[in-house]
């Protein structure tokens, strides 16, 4: 019996060059695709090259309240010329200070305080909103009258710091940025160790490696005396009992200053500020929000001891407290370093800046009141577990011998003031009379 024909090597030819083809398709596709996307990549490579030569430095402009400007950090010809301008001193031997937290309430009177005398005053404040934004676009606009540019950018940026640095050899820097407020830090105690810590950290860092090293003057706060009972507060008393995280964290910046110091040679200079109060003020203080209040008719809680003694505070007027910044900048000794190397000792102080006659919130409630034609509905009720001391008070010696500081505005003076700026800045203008009036 013939066998059938051998079709086997025919089909299995047939079948490698099917395979052939099948590869040889895929290897085409697998090229075309590897071409496809080189050439994708080249375009967009391009794409990105023109884009970056042609579009414009990253500076942004926002408009806030139809006038006010702010540049957003990014570099570029034109901020740079703002933020050299700013800097530049206009007298002999001026000064060129960076004033972080220049949007805030000290930082903003400081800086018209030096510009006003011919020093160059570069701002840098974040804008963040603890408390309402547009109260420190207000305080920028001030400052803009008078050729004051306020960065905008955070402590904790450290390309921006450098950046800042390496346009101006700035002299000094007047260190006011921080998370202030005592009470707060129950709530958000992070935003403490994130700004009072870490950004002064960044700072300092910052600091010591610039050349030449700018001497350094930055708040502490009247806060790290804590439960201290020995009035009144002098520098040299016990300091290690913090009531609050808000004061921790600013004992914990002393303790820093202290270190960079002691390694780089840089000139620092502590101010332990007391209850700051006056116009432009901060709205989460007690005589701001209890000025609100009592205007609106609601009732506010005034704190009393547990054993139901009276709180009381040394509360300072921000012209003094300024005088006081402007003293200690004058005063600071060149920080000894360079390019982050010590060079020899440096100056390392610490001054309370009080008002040196503490006042009782009843006290403060009772002037409010006079002030503002208004009788308060007052809740007293003992002071919360909240980080609050029962009372304050400054010896400032220390700082009347070093720069003369001596503060000279009462606290009635001082809130007739604020209350006049407070009714203005709100447009509650008939009460300003009255207030006036009532005081006269
Ligand atoms: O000197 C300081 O170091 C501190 O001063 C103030 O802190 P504080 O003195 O507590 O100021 P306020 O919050 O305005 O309180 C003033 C007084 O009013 C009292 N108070 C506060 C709130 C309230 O509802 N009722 C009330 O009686 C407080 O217990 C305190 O005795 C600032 O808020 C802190 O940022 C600053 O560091």
Redesign the pocket.
Known sequence: MASPPDTSKTTKLERYNSYIRKVNSTKLIAASSKLLFRVTLLVALLLIFFFTINYPPLTSEKTFNNNIHTTIYGGGASWEKQVRHSSTPHRPNGLSVLVTGAAGFVGSHCSLALKKRGDGVLGLDNFNSYYDPSLKRARQDQLTKHQIFIVEGDINDTELLRKLFDIVPFTHILHLA?Q????YAMQNPLSYVNSNVAGFVNLLEIAKAADPQPAIVW??????YGLNTKVPFSEDHRTDQPASL??AT?KAGEAIAHTYNHIYGLSLTGL??????GPWG?P???????TKDMIQGKS????VTQDDKE??????YIDDIVKGCVGALDTAEKSTGSGGKKRGPAQLRVYNL?NTSPVS?KK?VAILENLLNVKAKKNVIK?PRNG?????HANVSLALRDFGYKPTTDLSSGLRKFVKWYVSYYGIQPRVKKANEGEK
């Not at 202030?180 to 009470?183: I, P, S, T, W, Y």
């Not at 989460?284 to 209890?290: E, K």
């Not at 506010?300 to 704190?303: A, D, G, R, S």
């Not at 709180?311 to 300072?316: E, N, P």
């Open positions: 921080a202030a407020g005592v009470r708040a502490s706060s009247s806060s790290v808000y004061a600013k332990r500020f007391f209850t700051v109060y901060r989460d203080m007690a005589y701001f929000f209890f506010i809680n005034v704190y709180v009381a505070r040394d509360f300072t009080g919130v403060l002071m609050d001391v029962p009372f304050t």
